[in-house]
Nanobody, 116 residues
Framework: QVQLVESGGGLVQPGGSLRLSCAAS????????MGWYRQAPGKERELVAR???????NYADFVKGRFTISRDNAKNTVYLQMYSLKPEDTAVYLC??????????WGQGTQVTVSS
């Protein structure tokens, strides 16, 4: 079994920063993709950023220049550093781990609220 545990969400003022972490444990295939999605109330889940085990990165257009994704393969952990947060970034942020199989795992989600 694979488990994903997220941390780092919270309440922040517009323009502020937060860092999310997601640690994966269990039987994990070494060649994989880790990423962050988000889902706001009444909206569909959307990709924020993802990174392969080889370091290739994709960002959604709405976070380019504001968010940075990184990972520590030795710890099976992915990070999302968020800067210049906006109220429209408010959502539940979910960690995702997948590899060819198809195999797809989700974390429980962490709430990010951007409000003054």
């Amino acid at each position: 079994q694979v488990q994903l545990v997220e941390s780092g969400g919270g309440l922040v003022q517009p323009g502020g920063s937060l860092r999310l972490s997601c640690a994966a444990s269990g039987n994990i295939f070494s060649i994989n993709n880790m990423g962050w999605y988000r889902q706001a109330p009444g909206k569909e889940r959307e990709l924020v950023a993802r990174i392969t085990s080889g370091g290739r990165i994709n960002y959604a257009d709405f976070v380019k220049g504001r968010f940075t994704i990184s990972r520590d393969n030795a710890k099976n952990t992915v990070y999302l550093q968020m800067y210049s947060l906006k109220p429209e970034d408010t959502a539940v942020y979910l960690c995702n781990l997948n590899w060819i199989g198809p195999t797809n795992y989700w974390g429980q989600g962490t709430q990010v609220t951007v409000s003054s």
